[in-house]
């Protein structure tokens, strides 16, 4: 567990992560850090969840290193399955993820319903970020949904790893047999594609 000494450290050490940092969001710094790590491993990205844009803006600060590339952002912008309730939050997203537009393409619908507009764009993704429905139905059917953007090689990352129940079991039921170099935080499992799944 970090102490606010470290995240002062984090966040004076990884200046590019200034918009990612304040955005409002779950993710811990650790966690934003991270993302911006792993998405400096390819440049085709795509996020189940986007809400007000943090992850996003990491994801933009690593590409915004290798100059190039695309973050697929699919979302309602509805607050789908937040505890806060209904919201649009597609304006704060916009607002916080400006200095990243240039590589942004936001899909706004159902993930499930809009996998075939990411079609129109790439066949393929170096990264999947999934952060939207926690529940295992949500889960499994985003998993299931979108690995065919999957190849040897590729990133795939879940959060809400520590407490989701869904998120734990699609890992263990589905995910698991395609992949190899796992790691986590508390609350974020990624791991390697080592075969089409
Ligand atoms: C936990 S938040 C994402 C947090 C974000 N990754 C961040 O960096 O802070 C979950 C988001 O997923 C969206 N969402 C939930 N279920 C969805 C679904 N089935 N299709 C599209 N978006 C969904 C919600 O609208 C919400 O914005």
């Known amino acids: 567990m970090?102490?606010?000494g470290h995240d002062y450290f984090h966040r004076v050490r990884f200046r590019q992560l200034s918009n990612a940092f304040a955005c409002v969001s779950h993710l811990t710094i650790r966690e934003r850090i991270k993302l911006f790590e792993l998405g400096q491993h390819g440049k085709l990205i795509a996020e189940i969840g986007s809400y007000v844009g943090a992850s996003a803006c990491c994801f933009g600060a690593a590409l915004l290193e290798n100059k190039d590339g695309k973050i697929f952002c699919i979302d309602t912008w509805?607050?789908?399955s937040m505890t806060e309730g209904y919201r649009d939050t597609?304006?704060?997203f916009c607002l916080n993820t400006k200095k990243y537009s240039k590589f942004i393409v936001p899909v706004r619908?159902?993930?499930v319903q809009v996998a075939n507009?990411?079609?129109q764009y790439t066949s393929k993704l170096?990264?999947?970020f999934i952060d939207g429905n926690h529940s295992y139905e949500g889960v499994k059917s985003d998993w299931e949904?979108?690995?065919k953007f999957l190849f040897p090689g590729s990133l795939v990352v879940f959060h809400d790893y520590g407490w989701a129940d869904g998120v734990q079991r699609v890992i263990q039921e589905d995910v698991l047999a395609n992949v190899s170099f796992t790691d986590r935080l508390p609350n974020m499992?990624?791991?390697t594609i080592n075969k089409n799944p």
Do not use: P, Q, R
């Open 78 to 80: 509805n607050n789908d």
């Open 2 to 4: 970090l102490n606010k």
């Open 126 to 128: 170096d990264l999947l």
């Open 189 to 191: 499992w990624w791991g």
């Open 109 to 111: 619908g159902i993930s």
């Open 117 to 119: 507009e990411v079609c």
């Open 90 to 92: 597609w304006a704060e």
């Open 145 to 147: 949904t979108y690995k």
